[in-house]
C-alpha cells in the first residue's frame, strides 16, 4: 500500500495546513510541487482532513456565498418550505431541508442543522432528470436572481475547477508501486458531476441536549468536501483514532477545510482516509458555513487504486447512504 508516515502517539493540537499555490504557480520548482503532494498525501493518510491555504479564492467570492445563506435562513419558514425537498422533482434531492430531518447513528436526536441544498443544474426536461441527485435546483421565489442564484452558481464553478485541483495533487500522491498516471483521477470531475453544496445553519439551541448535535458524528459519503465556515465560529470536530480524541478544527482566516469521503477511501483502498466528523451545538450564538461536496459521476464504476478489483458504482453507493439517514424524507430516494 506503499508506506505512511509515523503517525504521533499523542493527539495533535489541529489538523495541518498546506498550502498549494506552488503546485498551481508556472514558475514553481518541481520541488515545490512535490512538496505540496507530499504535505496533502500526509494530511490525508493521517487526519483524513486539512486546512486548504494558497487556494486563490477571493474573500469577496468566500464572503458572499456566506452572505447568501444568511439572505436564504432569513426568510419566513413559509418561503423557506415553500422549496423544501419534498418539492424536488424525483429523487433529484434538491432545496430546503428543515431542522430534525437527519439522524447519522443510533442513539442519537436528529441533527439541529437546517440547509438548502444546490446541485448541478439539469433542465426538467434532460433524459435523466429526476434521477438520483439529478434535475433542476429550487430557488425561492423572494430573492432576486443577482443577490442569490447567480453568486451561488457562480461559487459552485469556481469549486468544481478547485476539485480538479486537488484531484490533480492526491493522484500524485498515490504510492508509486500501484503504477497510474498523474491523471487517473481526473475523469471523477469530469462530464457534469454530482456535486452538492449546502448552505448551512446552525441555530443557538435554548436546552443543550448530549445526544444531539448540529451534526451528529459521521463520515461524508462523496469524495472530496470543501467547507467554507463563517470566522468567530466554532463547533466543528474531526476524530483521531490512534488517540481516541476529538480535535477541534475552529475557523482560520483565509483557508478552507478539506477532507475525504467514504468514496475518495474506498477508490484508494483505505490509502486517504474518509475521518468521523461532527459538529457540536451551541446555545447563545449562531453558525453559518457552505460545504460543497464533490460527489462524482453518478455512473462512474470506480476499481479500487490498489488493483484488488474491489468496484463501487457512485451514485448508488451514495444514495444508499443518503437513504440511511435521512428517515421519512430517505424513503423517497429508494
Not at 509515523?6 to 514553481?28: H, L, M, R
Not at 435562513?73 to 418539492?87: A, N, S, T
Not at 462523496?222 to 480524541?245: C, D, R, S
Request: include cysteine.
Amino acid at each position: 500500500m506503499g508506506s505512511i508516515e509515523k503517525i504521533p502517539e499523542t493527539a495533535p493540537d489541529a489538523i495541518p495546513t498546506v498550502d498549494i499555490s506552488a503546485f498551481t504557480a508556472p514558475n514553481a520548482s518541481a520541488q515545490a510541487k512535490q512538496a505540496v503532494v507530499d504535505a496533502v498525501r500526509y494530511a490525508c493518510t493521517t487526519y483524513g482532513f486539512f486546512y486548504l491555504a494558497g487556494h486563490g479564492v477571493s474573500a469577496e467570492k468566500r464572503e458572499g456565498i456566506l452572505d447568501c445563506a444568511k439572505r436564504f435562513f432569513d426568510l419566513p419558514m413559509e418561503e423557506r418550505m415553500d422549496v423544501w425537498i419534498g418539492k424536488s422533482m424525483g429523487k433529484s434531492f434538491r432545496g430546503y431541508e428543515p431542522p430534525g430531518i437527519q439522524t447519522h447513528q443510533k442513539g442519537l436526536l436528529p441533527d439541529i442543522k437546517e440547509c438548502f441544498i444546490i446541485g448541478h443544474e439539469v433542465p426538467a426536461d434532460h433524459p435523466d432528470a429526476g434521477t438520483f441527485s439529478t434535475g433542476p435546483n429550487l430557488w425561492p421565489k423572494a430573492l432576486k436572481d443577482e443577490e442569490f442564484r447567480t453568486p451561488i452558481m457562480d461559487y459552485q464553478a469556481t469549486m468544481l475547477d478547485l476539485s480538479k485541483t486537488l484531484l490533480k495533487i492526491l493522484a500524485r500522491g498515490l504510492p508509486k508501486v500501484w503504477g497510474h498516471s498523474p491523471d487517473v483521477m481526473d475523469q471523477f470531475a469530469e462530464n457534469d458531476p454530482s456535486m452538492p453544496m449546502r448552505l448551512l445553519h446552525y441555530a443557538p439551541q435554548e436546552v443543550l441536549d448530549e445526544r444531539q448535535f448540529g451534526v451528529g458524528d459521521h463520515t461524508d459519503f462523496g469524495g472530496i468536501a470543501i467547507l467554507l465556515q463563517e470566522l468567530n465560529t466554532k463547533g466543528l470536530e474531526v476524530w483521531y483514532p490512534p488517540t481516541e480524541t476529538w480535535i477541534a478544527v475552529p475557523p482560520k482566516e483565509d483557508t478552507y477545510v478539506i477532507n475525504m469521503g467514504d468514496m475518495m477511501q474506498k477508490w484508494t483502498a483505505g490509502y486517504y482516509r474518509s475521518a468521523r466528523h461532527r459538529v457540536i451545538t451551541s446555545g447563545t450564538s449562531h453558525r453559518y458555513s457552505v460545504p460543497w461536496f464533490l460527489n462524482g459521476q453518478l455512473k462512474l464504476r470506480c476499481q479500487a487504486l490498489d488493483g484488488s478489483g474491489v468496484e463501487t458504482v457512485v451514485g448508488e453507493h451514495i444514495r444508499q447512504r443518503l437513504i440511511a439517514t435521512m428517515g421519512e424524507a430517505g424513503k423517497a430516494l429508494r
